[in-house]
């Protein structure tokens, strides 16, 4: 009998162990996968990064075969993309069905994609797009959805549109959630598209970002954009209900905007939340552990918000630095990532939400290319062409880490055009030729980073594709090296 109970207490501890140990993140918890970058990690390796640390739902940008061909098989959880420029194409309804032929049903067998959704669009109803998609992205999403029903997966896979948090707002006169309606200009669309959704039972998509609240915006209470209380409460008047955070402020505004239009219980799908890690004077390891440490722990309790309390479904963003995103919203566009360009991770962190931080798994059997780095040639003689060298390099390479409030903002002049030289020999794949800069640039096998500024060794990628100029970048860095010179 004592036997037999030691042996029970054993195996209860053994499933504890393991239980701890199983790296489940928490319930309704995905990642966006985004693939705008110079270097991409194989698919392969991405899925596994997924798999090893509890990842199992994910967001995708598009519908790309070989992302598609790494998911299968497996059991994660994925919502599938159209992008906004195909968005015009999905308006015809032949075209729509063969898009679900090759992108859905194609993987629709035992062994294939776990699809749950398809996403119709990114944002589309931006303002700052000028009305471009506002006539065509409801019927793609009609069209989408009627093609799955049609295709017998329209139960089980649900067509959606992530939205911005600007579709909907409270007045200027009543800024509170529980005032919350649909943006004017949209809102008889945003009205037949939410019926649209219910008549299919799927949900309503929105990104939010506390991040955004803060850039740009120094009246902005900075404790408000997180999670851990210290913020001083805002007071809605009419509910009495009081926020202490942005994110729960601005979740319950599409709320009512709902209910104003009698669908106040719509399922509601996060499909974007995060913080960047560089690029912004807000933007850094610090912030970003604490954003997620308050944000996983209040998914992990169920805790919702004050208007909708319990299960909400959530997709970090991102997965991981996309270095060829536009930086027109702001430079930190390239560093969303929870981990690095090369899979590894940035800080400690929770997926189970129970605050046990530690530093996730990163990507195995990573292959980089060899210890090189390029830098600012010490005997360079004739300094007159530094700033229009050191544009060109911004222009075609990532250099947002050394903007102001950045992690290699702590840079001398010298210092930063071996960072600007460096990015853009490593996106070069380290060919000779990119490391001379009309004589202003050397090749070393030291390693040059300094304090909190890594210059990057870049992965050897089967895929690579050429970074869209950034001109604005290259420009304000080449103005400064200019006066720095002076």
């Not at 530690?358 to 292959?367: F, R």
Request: proline residues 5%; charged residues 15%.
């Amino acid at each position: 009998m004592e036997r037999g109970y030691v042996m029970m207490m054993l195996v209860c501890v053994v499933m504890v162990v393991l239980g701890c140990w199983s790296g489940d993140g928490v319930e309704g918890l995905g990642v966006n996968w985004g693939t705008m970058a110079t270097h991409k990690l194989p698919p392969d390796t991405v899925v596994q990064l997924l798999k090893d640390n509890g990842i199992q739902k994910v967001k995708l940008f598009d519908a790309e075969q070989s992302t598609m061909s790494a998911l299968a098989g497996t059991s994660i959880e994925v919502m599938v993309a159209i992008p906004n420029d195909q968005l015009q194409a999905m308006t015809s309804y032949p075209r729509a069905k063969e898009w679900v032929r090759r992108n859905v049903t194609r993987y629709n067998f035992n062994g294939g994609v776990n699809i749950k959704y398809v996403a119709v669009g990114n944002e589309p109803f931006l303002t700052s797009y000028n009305g471009s998609f506002l006539n065509i992205t409801f019927p793609a999403l009609q069209n989408i959805q009627n093609a799955l029903n049609e295709a017998g997966v329209g139960d089980t896979i649900k067509a959606t549109v992530p939205l911005n948090a600007d579709v909907y707002n409270s007045p200027e006169t009543n800024p509170v959630p529980s005032a919350g309606t649909f943006r004017s200009d949209i809102s008889q669309l945003m009205t037949e598209i939410v019926q649209f959704l219910d008549k299919n039972k799927a949900p309503f998509t929105i990104n939010i970002y506390p991040f955004l609240s803060l850039y740009g915006n120094d009246d902005f209470p900075f404790n408000y954009a997180f999670f851990d209380g210290d913020a001083t409460p805002i007071v809605d008047a009419t509910t009495g209900i009081q926020y202490t955070n942005v994110f729960d402020a601005n979740f319950d505004t599409l709320v009512s905007s709902l209910k104003a239009v009698g669908y106040g219980d719509m399922a509601i799908v996060v499909g974007e939340v995060g913080w960047p890690t560089n690029g912004d004077k807000n933007a850094n390891v610090g912030n970003a552990y604490r954003f997620y440490n308050g944000l996983l722990a209040r998914l992990a309790a169920n805790k919702g918000t004050p208007l909708r309390p319990g299960f909400i479904e959530i997709y970090l963003f991102g997965l991981i630095d996309e270095d060829a995103k536009s930086i027109a919203p702001g430079s930190f566009e390239r560093h969303w990532g929870i981990f690095s360009y090369d899979g590894q991770p940035k800080f400690p962190i929770d997926v189970s939400g129970q605050g046990q931080n530690k530093l996730l798994m990163g990507a195995k059997n990573v292959q980089y290319l060899e210890k090189k780095w390029c830098m600012f040639n010490p005997n360079a003689k004739d300094m007159s062409k530094l700033a229009d060298n050191i544009n060109y390099a911004c222009t075609f390479a990532d250099c947002t880490a050394l903007e102001y409030g950045s992690s290699c903002n702590i840079l001398d002049a010298n210092g930063n055009a071996s960072y600007a030289f460096n990015m853009y020999y490593q996106v070069q794949n380290q060919d000779d030729l990119s490391c001379n800069f009309e004589g202003l640039a050397t090749v070393t096998t030291q390693n040059i980073s300094q304090g909190t500024c890594n210059f990057i060794i870049q992965i050897a990628s089967s895929s690579t594709f050429s970074l869209r100029p950034s001109p604005l970048v290259g420009i304000v860095l080449g103005v400064l090296f200019s006066i720095l010179l002076l």
